[in-house]
């Protein structure tokens, strides 16, 4: 338990990576623990090319209901926190998030990079026409289909996909940027388990350019050991106090 205020001050850069744990307390599940988005409903079958190709309706179903959940959610105070430290830092904060529910966007963040895409665009799941912003909620027969002929899809990364390269090129542009300027950086894991790679890696990017690196977490991550410090508790509560933001 590590209760000091995170060191932001003059010219300090600042890498923030949030998971699923930042919008609990906007009422969102989580996918690992008691009450996980997962339950009852296999990974392998929702969120994999595979299990699109099997049953595409079972899919879509799962990614209207969290269109849904996510539309009907509010930014808390950890999103607000982050949408804060923002104004103030300007390009010297960049926030990416595994969290696909757009509530960063919505407390008001801008530099901010959706690594596992975004629930609020639909992309063909064959030709290359550019993905497109879309909230609608098929549950299908019939399914939403491309001007091609086949069918649409969410525009989320799914296991066994690539992450896009222009997105995880901004974070090692970023870590890049910070090394070469010679100010402090500091790195800020929020609200994420550390299962799933590359984002579970990035705390060792971010030591590898120099930078104090800090976790807040509800429970142990599986990566906590590479943190400088830990802070357990949830986030609206702990970011907020952490950054200096609780008036
Ligand atoms: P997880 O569900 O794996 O982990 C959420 C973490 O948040 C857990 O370690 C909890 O302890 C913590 N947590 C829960 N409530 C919290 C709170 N109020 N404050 C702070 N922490 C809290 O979610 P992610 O790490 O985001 O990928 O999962 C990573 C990826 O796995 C997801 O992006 C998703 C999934 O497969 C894709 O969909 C591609």
Same mark, same amino acid.
């Given at each position: 338990?590590?209760?000091?205020?995170?060191?932001?001050?003059?010219?300090?850069?600042?890498?923030?990576?949030?998971?699923?744990?930042?919008?609990?307390?906007?009422?969102?599940?989580?996918?690992?623990?008691?009450?996980?988005?997962?339950?009852?409903?296999?990974?392998?079958?929702?969120?994999?090319?595979?299990?699109?190709?099997?049953?595409?309706?079972?899919?879509?179903?799962?990614?209207?209901?969290?269109?849904?959940?996510?539309?009907?959610?509010?930014?808390?105070?950890?999103?607000?926190?982050?949408?804060?430290?923002?104004?103030?830092?300007?390009?010297?904060?960049?926030?990416?998030?595994?969290?696909? #529910?757009?509530?960063?966007?919505?407390?008001?963040?801008?530099?901010? =990079?959706?690594?596992?895409?975004?629930?609020?665009?639909?992309?063909?799941?064959?030709?290359?026409?550019?993905?497109?912003?879309?909230?609608?909620?098929?549950?299908?027969?019939?399914?939403?289909?491309?001007?091609?002929?086949?069918?649409?899809?969410?525009?989320?990364?799914?296991?066994?996909?690539?992450? #896009?390269?222009?997105?995880?090129?901004?974070?090692?542009?970023?870590?890049?940027?910070?090394?070469?300027?010679?100010?402090?950086?500091?790195?800020?894991? =929020?609200?994420?388990?550390?299962?799933?790679?590359?984002?579970?890696?990035? =705390?060792?990017?971010?030591?590898?350019?120099?930078?104090?690196?800090?976790?807040?977490?509800?429970?142990?991550?599986?990566?906590?050991?590479?943190? #400088?410090?830990?802070?357990?508790?949830?986030?609206?509560?702990?970011?907020?106090?952490?950054?200096?933001? #609780?008036?």
């Amino acid at each position: 338990m590590d209760e000091a205020r995170i060191p932001i001050g003059e010219g300090t850069r600042v890498l923030v990576l949030t998971g699923a744990g930042i919008s609990a307390e906007s009422g969102l599940a989580t996918f690992r623990g008691g009450g996980g988005l997962w339950e009852g409903y296999p990974v392998e079958q929702v969120a994999s090319p595979e299990g699109f190709a099997a049953d595409p309706e079972l899919v879509w179903r799962f990614y209207s209901m969290r269109r849904r959940a996510a539309a009907e959610a509010e930014p808390n105070a950890a999103h607000r926190a982050l949408a804060t430290l923002e104004e103030g830092l300007g390009d010297r904060l960049l926030l990416v998030t595994q969290n696909v #529910d757009g509530l960063h966007a919505r407390a008001g963040s801008r530099r901010v =990079v959706e690594v596992h895409g975004t629930l609020w665009r639909t992309r063909c799941s064959r030709c290359l026409r550019p993905p497109f912003d879309d909230a609608t909620e098929p549950l299908g027969p019939p399914l939403p289909r491309c001007t091609c002929g086949a069918l649409l899809r969410p525009d989320i990364v799914w296991f066994g996909e690539m992450l #896009d390269p222009a997105a995880t090129g901004r974070v090692e542009g970023f870590l890049r940027a910070a090394r070469r300027s010679g100010a402090p950086l500091v790195f800020v894991a =929020v609200g994420t388990s550390g299962n799933v790679y590359p984002a579970a890696g990035y =705390v060792h990017a971010a030591r590898a350019h120099g930078a104090e690196t800090w976790l807040v977490n509800l429970d142990p991550a599986l990566n906590a050991t590479s943190f #400088d410090h830990i802070v357990t508790g949830p986030a609206g509560e702990v970011l907020p106090r952490l950054l200096g933001l #609780d008036g």
